[in-house]
């Protein structure tokens, strides 16, 4: 089993920053890679980024590259999403999940790739 703990969310202005964190614990050697993901209320899950396990490879959704940056600290088992540009339209609960075998990258977006999940922490950007 796997325990992932979110942190780091907030009220925020637009424009303003907001770094998350996410922490595994458990039996985290077989990691492979994790990812975060949101879910504004009334809206579908979507994806966010995702990184490998040597963190060499990173994947962002189109809106969030260029604003999003994702990377961990295997040595902390912690991934981090840090979100600078923030917009209202940032405003979601933000989860983020682990990938305990290998995946082939795009399948790194879709949510039923991962097999554990964190219980979210709340983004709220204000106008």
């Known amino acids: 089993q796997v325990q992932l703990v979110e942190s780091g969310g907030g009220l925020v202005q637009a424009g303003g920053s907001l770094r998350l964190s996410c922490a595994a614990s458990g039996r985290t050697f077989t990691m492979y890679a994790m990812g975060w993901f949101r879910q504004a209320p009334g809206k579908e899950r979507e994806f966010v980024a995702a990184?490998?396990?040597?963190?060499?490879?990173?994947y962002y959704a189109d809106s969030m590259k260029g604003r999003f940056t994702i990377s961990r600290d295997n040595a902390k088992n912690t991934v981090y999403l840090q979100m600078n540009s923030l917009k209202p339209e940032d405003t979601a609960v933000y989860f983020c999940?682990?990938?305990?075998?290998?995946?082939?990258?795009?399948?790194?977006?879709?949510?039923?790739?991962?097999?554990?999940w964190g219980q979210g922490t709340q983004v709220t950007v204000s106008s």
């Open positions: 990184i490998n396990w040597s963190g060499r490879n990173t």
């Open positions: 999940a682990l990938a305990q075998e290998y995946r082939y990258s795009s399948s790194l977006r879709s949510g039923p790739s991962y097999d554990y």
